[in-house]
């Protein structure tokens, strides 16, 4: 008789024990079933569906025009193909800067209509009211500081964060009231990895970083990225552990070639 063995879900609570014992996180982004099964099945820890859904999944140039129930139909897909990780959904541009209340609806939306796990915002103490109303809720929040691609805007480029003094205090000050208003974890993106080594060593709660170095308590890649299926970027913290650009590239040549020269389909590939 075969045992089945029980999966045991990645919950925040997993997490914060991670972090305590030392044990590093990994984290990567999904938008659709098919990709979510895969990475799911690999053992990941935690499945971040991100806003850069707008520029991998629509082609836009920034994270800013993906929409709310754009954010919901990519969850949901996730949430099907889930057995393991933790799932954090991004909630866009717009849905959460205004004021807490629409905040709180939007997370709430998320939660309600794709069965995800919790919800991650960028910013510091500008946010802190959208923080703490979605948190009453009982929705896990996921905190994001360093470059917040949704101020593109603002910073006018997407370079390294917090190199100034002043920044980077802002940023350590920023990064202790996220873990005061309850957030659950923190994203810290392209900043110093000496500012990042020190802010995850002053937190208590996991620090996941992208382009923050190896100090912190987990990392996060676009899995587009990290896969090579996007190769017009190639910032220094991306490593690639395939360049399925070329190859599938390859094979859809190779199946056109086929198509043309009559060898696709064969008889064995015929009723």
């Known amino acids: 008789m075969s045992v089945h063995k029980e999966v045991k879900k990645i919950t925040t609570h997993t997490l914060?024990?991670?972090?305590?014992?030392?044990?590093?996180?990994?984290?990567?982004?999904?938008?659709?079933?098919?990709?979510a099964k895969i990475i799911d099945n690999a053992g990941i820890d935690v499945i971040l569906v991100g806003d850069s859904a707008s520029n991998v999944m629509a082609g836009h140039e920034t994270t800013l025009p993906i929409t709310l129930d754009q954010m919901i139909y990519h969850a949901s897909s996730v949430i099907r193909a889930i057995n393991r990780a933790l799932v954090v959904v991004d909630l866009p541009f717009g849905t959460y800067q205004a004021n807490s209340k629409e905040a709180l609806s939007s997370a709430i939306k998320?939660?309600?209509?794709?069965?995800?796990?919790?919800?991650?915002?960028?910013?510091?103490?500008?946010?802190?009211?959208?923080?703490?109303?979605i948190l009453t809720a009982g929705i896990p929040v996921m905190g994001h500081l360093g470059?917040?691609?949704?101020?593109?805007?603002?910073?006018?480029?997407?370079?390294?964060?917090?190199?100034?003094?002043?920044?980077?205090?802002?940023?350590?000050?920023?990064?202790?009231?996220?873990?005061?208003?309850?957030?659950?974890?923190?994203?810290?993106?392209?900043?110093?990895?000496?500012?990042?080594?020190k802010v995850a060593k002053a937190l208590s709660i996991p620090v996941i970083g992208i382009g923050a170095g190896g100090g912190?308590?987990?990392?996060?890649?676009?899995t587009h990225d990290m896969l090579g299926m996007t190769h017009e970027f190639s910032p220094r913290f991306l490593r690639r552990y395939l360049n399925l650009y070329e190859s599938m590239g390859n094979a859809f040549k190779q199946y056109i070639g086929d198509v043309k020269s009559k060898s696709f389909p064969n008889e064995k590939e015929q009723y």
């Open 216 to 222: 912190v308590d987990g990392q996060v890649l676009v």
């Open 147 to 197: 470059l917040t691609p949704q101020s593109i805007y603002k910073f006018g480029t997407y370079t390294v964060r917090a190199k100034e003094e002043e920044e980077a205090e802002r940023l350590m000050e920023d990064a202790k009231l996220l873990e005061q208003f309850g957030c659950f974890a923190l994203v810290l993106e392209k900043i110093p990895a000496d500012l990042a080594t």
């Open 16 to 35: 914060q024990e991670m972090k305590r014992n030392g044990e590093k996180i990994a984290m990567l982004t999904a938008y659709d079933y098919t990709m």
């Open 110 to 133: 998320i939660m309600k209509e794709s069965g995800a796990h919790s919800v991650k915002l960028e910013g510091g103490k500008e946010i802190k009211d959208s923080i703490e109303r």
